[in-house]
C-alpha cells in the first residue's frame, strides 16, 4: 500500500490543462487523497503551457473536482489537496525546457516518479526524449492514454521507443474500462459461482451482446474524433478488453495470457457485410466526412469453448440511452420459451439481473417469464465505496500493479484485426448509415442477427 511510501513521489502529469486531467484525473487524485491513499508525502506537478499561477490553476480544477469527485468535497480537503499540486509551465516540445522540470524535481526533492501522459501520441517521443536527455526521472512509473499512436506502425515504433527510455515494465497503458467495477465483477461472478460457471461456454449459451452507448455526441472533441471514428475510440479498446474479459477461458489465470489467448483466436472476418455495420448520427459535425460514430460487429471466437457462438458488440454517440452492459443469451430449452438472460449492467447502474421461466401463478400449466434485479449501484454503501475506474487505475499503478493494464502485444492484436475489418469495409463500398439523434443507432445493426434471439435488446 502507499501507506508504507518512504520516499516522496511526484506524480508528473502531461497534459495539465486537458478535458482528461479535469475531468477525470484530478477528481481520481483527489478522491485518493481524500481516501488517506496518497498520505502527506506526494506532490503534483501540473504541467501546462499556459501562463497560469498555482492559484490560477487550482481555481480552475476546483470546480471539476466539486462536481466529479465520487466524495465528499470539503474546503478543509480540497485546500489540503491543492498544497500538494504545483503548476509548472513548460513547452515540452523544447528540449531545453526539460531542464525547468529537471530543477523542479530537485527543488522538491522527488525521486520516486508517476508520469502521466495525457497528451496526443504525437508528443509521446518528444516528451520521452526530453526526458532522457536530462535524465531527470528516475524510477518512473509511466501511464499512457490510448490513443498509443496515430497509425498501427507508429504505435508500434513508439511502443518500442518508449520501452527503450523507460523499460518495458514501467510502462502502464491505460484501459479505463478495465477499471470499471462491473468488469472486475465478471471475472468474479464466472468463478465463484458453480450455475454460472458451468453453463459458460457453447454448450449452453446461443450468443452474447457488449453494448456501450452513449446520449453525448463529439462535442468538443471534433478533430480528435474525426480522425479516430467509433472503431479506434470505443471497440479497439473498451469494448474487445470487456469480450476478453467475458470470453477468458480461466478468469483465474493470468490475465494479460487470458486475453491475449482470446484476441489470438479471434475469427478473421471473411464476410464483412455480414459481420459490421457502420453509422454516423444525423447533423455530424463535418459535413461530407464518412467516419463513423456507431459501429455493431458480429464476431466469434474459434476456440473449444466458443466455438460458432456469436459476440455481438456495438457503440455509438448521440443514442437514446447511456447503458454499457453484456447480455449472455442462454439457448432455448424449447422454441416457444423465451431464453434465459443473465444481463451484467456497468453502467450507469450498476447491477445484475436475471430474466427466466417459472408457472405462471395460479395456473396449471402457463409459463411466465420472471425478472430478478440486484441493483448494486441503488445501494448507498455499495456506490460510495465503489472506487471510480480512474481512481482505482491510478492507485494500482502507484503500487506497481500492473495486472489490468494492457500489454503492447493485445493492443497490436486488436487493432490489426480491427484495421483489417476497416479496410474490408470500405473496398467492399459498404455505406455508412444515418441515423436519427437520440436513436439507438442504425436499424440495419439487426442485420447481422441470425434469430430473433440475437437481435438487440431495446
Ligand atoms: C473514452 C472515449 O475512451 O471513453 C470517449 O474516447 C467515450 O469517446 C468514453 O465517451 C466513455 O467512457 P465512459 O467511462 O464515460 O463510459
Known sequence: MIGVQVSKIGITIF????????????????????????KDNFDICAIGRRDYSNKDYTDIIRSWIEKFARLEVTEEKLLEFFDHINYLKMDFT????????????????????????????TFFEEIAVGIEKTNCIKNPKIILEKPFGDSLENAAYLSKRLDSVFGKDNIYRIDHYLGKEMVRNILTIRTNNHMISNVWDKSSIDSIHISALETVGIDGRVSYYDETGALMDMVTNH??????????????????EQQYNVLKDLRPVEDVSKSMILGQYENYEVVG??????AALKLFIDNDRW????????????????EVEVAINFKRKFSDIDPDVLIIKVQPTEGVYLEFNIKTPGEESGVTRAKMEFCQSCDDIFRQNTPEAYERMILASLEGDDSWFSKWDQIELSWKFIEELKRKYKEANLPVYIYKAGSSGPKESNNLADTEDQRWRT
Open 15 to 38: 497534459g495539465s490543462t486537458g478535458d482528461l486531467t479535469y475531468r477525470k484525473l484530478m477528481p481520481a487524485l483527489y478522491n485518493l487523497f481524500s481516501r488517506g491513499l496518497l
Open 94 to 121: 523544447k528540449e531545453e525546457d526539460f531542464e525547468v522540470l529537471n530543477n523542479y524535481y530537485k527543488n522538491n526533492d522527488i525521486d520516486n516518479h508517476l508520469v502521466y501522459l495525457a497528451v496526443s501520441p
Open 239 to 256: 469494448l474487445l478488453q470487456i469480450l476478453t474479459i467475458v470470453a477468458m477461458d480461466d478468469p483465474l489465470g493470468n490475465i494479460h
Open 289 to 294: 466526412s464518412d467516419t463513423e460514430t456507431y
Open 307 to 322: 466455438e460458432d457462438v456469436p459476440f455481438f458488440i456495438r457503440t455509438g454517440k448521440k443514442c437514446d440511452n447511456r
